[in-house]
C-alpha cells in the first residue's frame, strides 16, 4: 500500500509540475511560458519564437507517441463527471482518466451495488480530429446469491471539432463511437455492439463560468439484443478560489425502442450496460449530479459527484458515486 501512495504522488508531483512555466534566470521564455491567448504569460513573458501550450501554435510541437497536445486555449473548461462513457468534452485532447464509481442498484434491479473501474484514453490527431476510448472498464456487480464481474464492452471512435471559437470560449464537436462486446459475465456480450452518434458543445458563461452540453444515441447492431436510447447530458460549473470548482449537472435517458427479445422487461442499463430490455420503449429517467472539481494546473484534474434520480423510474441507478482524475498533455 505505501509503494501505491509514493507512486500516486509522484505521478500527481510530476502532472503538477507540467502545468507550471520554465523560464530562465535571465528571463527569457522557456518551453512553456505561455499561458493565456495572447501568448503570454502571467509575468509578461511574450513568446517571440512560438510556444506549444499557446492556443494556435502547435504545428513544431513534440508529439507524444504521434499525438500533439492537447488544446489549451480552453483551459478553464472542466471535464463531465456523470454519464462519463457518454458524454463527451467537446474540446481536442490528449490524455489519460481513470474513473471509479460505485452505483447502489435499486430494488427493481434487485438490489445491491455494481462498482466500475474505467480508464479513459484520448488523443488529438490533429487541430479538430480526436481519437477516442472512453471506456476500458472492469464491472464488479455485488448481489446476495448472485455476485459477478467482468469486463464491460469498450467503444473506440472519433471526434470532430466543428466550431472552435477561442475569443467567445466556444466549442461543438461531433462524433461517433462503436462498442466492442465485453464479456458475458458483464453482461455485455448480446448482440453485435453497439453505435454512438453524438454532438457536444461548451459556452464559456462570464468570467467564471461553463455550461456543457451533450446529446446522442445509442444504437444496436442487433435490434433483438438491444434497445435504442437516446440521452441529453448538461454541466454547470463555477470557479472558486483555489482552482476548485463547484459542479451541478442534469442528464435525461429516453428509451426509444426496446429490444425483440425480454430478457430484463424495464431495465435496459442506462449508460453502463444496453440489457435486451423488451418492455421498455418510451421510458424516461432524469437524474441530477453534485460534485466538486480540482484543477492546480492545465495537465490535472481530480473530482468527485455524486448522481441520484428525479424520476421515479430509476433503471439500475439508485444513485451513484464517482471519483476520476486527469492526466493531460
Request: net charge negative; glycine share 12%; with cysteine.
Amino acid at each position: 500500500m505505501r509503494n501505491w501512495i509514493t507512486g500516486l504522488a509522484m505521478v500527481l508531483g510530476l502532472a503538477i509540475s507540467l502545468g507550471y512555466c520554465a523560464r530562465s534566470v535571465a528571463g527569457e521564455c522557456g518551453t512553456c511560458c505561455c499561458d493565456n491567448s495572447n501568448a503570454c504569460d502571467s509575468s509578461g513573458c511574450v513568446c517571440d519564437s512560438g510556444c506549444c501550450d499557446c492556443c494556435d501554435d502547435f504545428d513544431d510541437c513534440d508529439r507524444l507517441l504521434g499525438l500533439l497536445p492537447s488544446d489549451h486555449c480552453f483551459d478553464d473548461f472542466i471535464s463531465p463527471i456523470s454519464n462519463p462513457f457518454f458524454f463527451e468534452d467537446p474540446r481536442s485532447l490528449t490524455e489519460a482518466r481513470g474513473i471509479f464509481f460505485a452505483n447502489s442498484l435499486p430494488a427493481t434491479s434487485n438490489g445491491g451495488d455494481a462498482d466500475v473501474w474505467a480508464a479513459q484514453l484520448r488523443g488529438r490527431l490533429s487541430e479538430r480530429l480526436s481519437v477516442i476510448a472512453p471506456r476500458l472498464a472492469y464491472l464488479n456487480v455485488n448481489q446476495a446469491g448472485n455476485p459477478t464481474s467482468g469486463l464491460l464492452s469498450a467503444p473506440v471512435g472519433v471526434k470532430y471539432n466543428f466550431v472552435r471559437d477561442v475569443d467567445r470560449q466556444l466549442l461543438v464537436s461531433g462524433g461517433v463511437t462503436f462498442f466492442i462486446n465485453g464479456s458475458e459475465d458483464a453482461a455485455s456480450a448480446f448482440g453485435d455492439g453497439d453505435f454512438h452518434f453524438f454532438l457536444t458543445g461548451g459556452k464559456q458563461i462570464f468570467d467564471y463560468g461553463h455550461w456543457l452540453s451533450g446529446a446522442g444515441f445509442r444504437i444496436p447492431t442487433n435490434n433483438n439484443f438491444g434497445t435504442q436510447m437516446f440521452y441529453w447530458s448538461n454541466q454547470f460549473d463555477v470557479e472558486l478560489p483555489g482552482h476548485v470548482y463547484a459542479v451541478g449537472g442534469v442528464n435525461w435517458f429516453h428509451y426509444m425502442r426496446s429490444s425483440n427479445v425480454n430478457y430484463t422487461g424495464s431495465v435496459g442499463g442506462l449508460d453502463l450496460i444496453n440489457l435486451p430490455a423488451g418492455d421498455i420503449a418510451g421510458t424516461d429517467v432524469v437524474t441530477a449530479l453534485a460534485g466538486l472539481k480540482w484543477k492546480p494546473s492545465a495537465n490535472l484534474e481530480l473530482g468527485s459527484g455524486f448522481e441520484f434520480p428525479l424520476t421515479n423510474n430509476t433503471d439500475i441507478l439508485r444513485n451513484r458515486f464517482y471519483a476520476d482524475v486527469i492526466i493531460r498533455y
